[in-house]
């Protein structure tokens, strides 16, 4: 990107896009399998519990995922299937709720077991039973990107085979 470009969008995201006051948007952006994995390769490094995690979305708002923890090393890869159950409602209340189902159901221990083992869940994300909530707002707040919540007035997730589709309405006031 051109520096002078990159200022100008600095200068504006600094001061609340004064400069698109009055704009809205309304977007799909349609995320492959690949560019999901990358971004949350960067997130869970705040998790010492987890090695590894990749997630391949699937047709149907669910998701396959793989989880490796740290400990005990002998522990086996985790493979469980996610159902979104919830989408975040903005701005009261941005946590999207999804659903372990099948052998999933085994990572209701997992939340006490991160615990116990010494390490945890990223930021923003917990497990209560076979439930895992997602609090949008705490996962962008550790990765100090929590102001571009300030312009969503919707976001939904969908799936698709191998893309993961976010719908989103923002606005500038």
Known sequence: MDRRLETLLN?????????LSGSQARAALRVSTPLL????????????????????PRAGNRFDVHVKMAK??????????VAIERQPQFPADPTLVLHLTGA???????GPALGAFGGGLPPGVRIEGDRVFVDIRAVLAAQGQKEWLDYVEQLQIS???????LYVQARVT
Do not use: S
Not at 11 to 19: D, W
Not at 37 to 56: K, Q, S
Not at 72 to 81: E, K, Y
Not at 159 to 165: H, K
């Open 72 to 81: 005990p090393a002998f522990l086996p890869a985790i493979n469980v299937t």
């Open 104 to 110: 999933g159901g085994l990572m209701r221990f997992a």
């Open 11 to 19: 200068r504006q995201r600094a001061a609340g896009f004064t400069g």
């Open 159 to 165: 799936t698709d085979e191998g893309a993961l589709i």
């Open 37 to 56: 994995n990358e971004a949350i390769a960067t997130f869970v490094g705040a998790a010492p519990a987890i090695t590894a995690l990749e997630v391949t």
